[in-house]
Structure formats: C-alpha cells, structure tokens
Nanobody, 122 residues
Framework: VQLQASGGGLVQTGGSLRLSCVAS????????VGWFRQAPGKEREFVAA????????SYADSVKGRFTISRDNAKNTVYLQMNSLKPEDTAVYCC????????????????WGQGTQVTVSS
C-alpha cells in the first residue's frame, strides 16, 4: 500500500488543521493506521492510531482531547483532526499502516507515507 499525507501548514496557537492520509494500491480499511510526528532534534513519537475494521482508537497523552483520528473507507483515507494546536505540536507528521492489530510502536508499521509539515506559531 502507498500512502500520501497532506494537510499540513502554518497555524496560530489555538488553531486547527486536518491532516489526510490517502492510500492507493490496497484497501486501507484492512490496515491499522497511525500518525507519528518528529520535531527537529527529537525522536519520532506516536500521536494517534486507529484499528482496522472496528476503528478502535489510541492517542498519545499529549494530544488526548485535542486530536481525533478517523477513517473514511469510501475514500480510502484516514484523517487526523487537530484542534487547539500548541507550539509544541510543531513537527513533521507522517502516517503509517500495518496489516495487523492496533499498535503504537513505529517499528511495527510496515508502510510509511512522506511527511507533512505542521508549524504552530505562538
């Protein structure tokens, strides 16, 4: 499966963005999908994930209550709605997919899209 992430940009503190992860080649609903981010000089970190089929979700503590991951199977797309953005959310965001159960460890994901930059100004 090939993944294409988009939707990043520059936003002020408290603003919102919606990231999209569009899949081609395979039906994305048969994959668990995760969003990860990496800020300059920092390790890649888990943001959110959604399971295949049932759509069970998992979030990092730092984004709970502000970010929402969802999927539109008809569009073969997973979204990350980001509200109440903070400067510390600034990073390159990537989506990833794996054909198994819901996990949060990036090493468990087999397929990765390119990143999209999110910058939150203070």
């Amino acid at each position: 499966v090939q993944l294409q992430a988009s939707g990043g940009g520059l936003v002020q503190t408290g603003g919102s963005l919606r990231l999209s992860c569009v899949a081609s080649g395979r039906t994305l609903s048969t994959y668990a999908v995760g969003w990860f981010r990496q800020a300059p000089g920092k390790e890649r970190e888990f943001v959110a994930a959604i399971s295949r089929f049932r759509g069970t979700t998992s979030y990092a503590d730092s984004v709970k209550g502000r970010f929402t991951i969802s999927r539109d199977n008809a569009k073969n797309t997973v979204y990350l709605q980001m509200n109440s953005l903070k400067p510390e959310d600034t990073a390159v965001y990537c989506c990833a997919a794996e054909p198994g159960v819901l996990v949060t460890d990036p090493t468990m994901f087999d397929y990765w899209g390119q990143g999209t930059q999110v910058t939150v100004s203070s």
